[in-house]
């Protein structure tokens, strides 16, 4: 079984930073394909930016390419992930996840197997 916290949200103004951490338990990261997503009210899911140790590889959305960087230290099982630049639109609950398969820029759209309980990000304008 595996679990996962995602801390670090808050309320932010415009243009300032955040950085969230997602410490997982049960699993090992290198051996899964790491994410993080959000969810604004009304809105579909959106993958936000992926990372996987293994490779090193990354990817991001287009959304936040540039402003936000994702992390991962295996020695403390946590995936970070480092907001700069926040905007209002970057409001949103956000999830870390974790997926044992291959990690492809396809899970930004289809999402994870397992999923953290979710921080709440506020950005005002």
């Known amino acids: 079984r595996c679990s996962s916290w995602s801390l670090g949200g808050g309320l932010v103004q415009a243009g300032g930073s955040l950085r969230l951490s997602c410490a997982a338990s049960g699993f090992t990261l290198d051996d899964y394909a790491l994410g993080w997503f959000r969810q604004a009210p009304g809105n579909a899911r959106e993958g936000v930016a992926l990372?996987?140790?293994?490779?090193?590889?990354?990817y991001y959305s287009d959304s936040v390419k540039g402003r936000f960087t994702i992390s991962a230290d295996n020695a403390r099982s946590t995936v970070y992930l480092q907001m700069n630049s926040l905007k209002s639109e970057d409001t949103a609950v956000y999830y870390c996840?974790?997926?044992?398969?291959?990690?492809?820029?396809?899970?930004?759209?289809?999402?994870?197997?397992?999923w953290g309980k979710g921080t709440l990000v506020t950005v005002s304008s």
């Open positions: 996840g974790a997926d044992p398969h291959h990690l492809t820029k396809e899970h930004l759209e289809y999402g994870m197997d397992y």
């Open positions: 990372i996987s140790i293994a490779d090193g590889q990354t």
